[in-house]
C-alpha cells in the first residue's frame, strides 16, 4: 500500500514539473507610495508619469494655533474644491491608464498660508510655518529630480480656481493678457514654456498657446473653453485673467531647465461645482495631457509608468 502511495506520488510530481501553464508567471508590479502627509497641512503623492500636479490654494484647514497673515496687499481666498478636483484628475488616470501623477497638496487655509508665494510673503515672517512652506516646496524639488531620472523633461501644473464671470479655464503662460493680444510682443524667453522650446527647437512660440495642438485648443475641443486658445486667443481688455504666479515663474525657471508648464484657472461652474462636473473635467483634462505629449514631445503616454 504504501509503495502505491509512493508511486502515486512520484508521478504526480512529474505532472506538476512537465505540465507548463498556457502563459508564464509575471509577478504584478508593486504599487507605488500612496498619498502621504509630510504635516498636518502638506500631502503629497509620488507618481509614475512626468507629471506634477500643484494645488497650493485649496486648503480649509483653520487651526487657531497658527496666527492668520497680515502682510499688507495679500490675497486670501479659497480656491473651493480644487483639492477635490486635482484628486479627480488623480482617480482617473489610476483607473482608465494605469499610471498616476506625482501630487503635492496643501489642506492649511489660505489666511494662514500661502504656498503660491515666495516664503517672507506666504507666512507674513511667521517663522513657526517656515517648515510647512518648505514640506511643500522640497517635494516639488524632490519630484522634479526624481522624473529626470527617467524622462527628458517635467511637466508642471499649478491647479488654482478663479471667479470670473466668464465660464471658462484661463491657462497662465507667464503670458500678459495685452500680450495674448498682440503675439508679436511676446518674448519667449519671459513664458513658463521657454524650457521645452530649447530642449524642441522645431516647436514655434505659439505651440503653446493658439495652434491645434496646445492644451488650450485640446481642452476647447473637449467642450471646455480656455484662453488662451485657437477658439479663444486672449481675453477681451475687459476681462480679468490671471497669466501665472510664483509656482509657475519658479519651476519654469532657468533653474529649472528641463521643466515646463502652466497654471490653470479653473471655473465653478461645469468644473469644480460638483462630482459629475469634476470627473467630466479630468477625463478632458487627461486626454488632452496624453494628445499634447504625443503631439508635441518625444515622450509617449504608452511608455509611462513602465
Known sequence: MKNALLVSLVFFMALLVNCKPDKPFIEPPKDIVTKKKLDFYTEVQYGNMPLIISVPHGGTDD?????????????????SRTIELA??????????????????????KRTKLDQNREINEATCSNSSIASIWNNYHLSIDSFITKILLKYPQALFVDLHG??????????????????????????????????MLLQNPFLSNNQFLTTPNAFGTLMANKNFPCVPSAQDPAPLLSDPYFDGGYN????????YPKVYGWQIESNFIGVRDNQTSRVNFAKAFLQSIMEFYSRNT????STFGK
Open 63 to 79: 487651526p487657531s494655533s497658527i496666527s492668520d497673515r497680515t502682510c499688507p496687499n495679500i490675497t486670501t481666498v479659497t480656491d
Open 248 to 255: 509657475t515663474q519658479r519651476y519654469t525657471s532657468s533653474v
Open 298 to 301: 518625444s515622450m509617449q503616454p
Open 87 to 108: 484628486n479627480a484628475i488623480d482617480s482617473l488616470c489610476k483607473a482608465d491608464y494605469a499610471i498616476q501623477p506625482y501630487l503635492v497638496i496643501s489642506y492649511l
Open 162 to 195: 478663479h471667479g470670473h464671470t466668464k465660464q471658462r479655464l484661463e491657462l497662465g503662460y507667464l503670458v500678459s493678457d495685452s500680450e495674448l493680444r498682440n503675439p508679436s510682443s511676446i518674448l519667449p524667453s519671459s513664458t513658463s514654456y521657454y524650457n
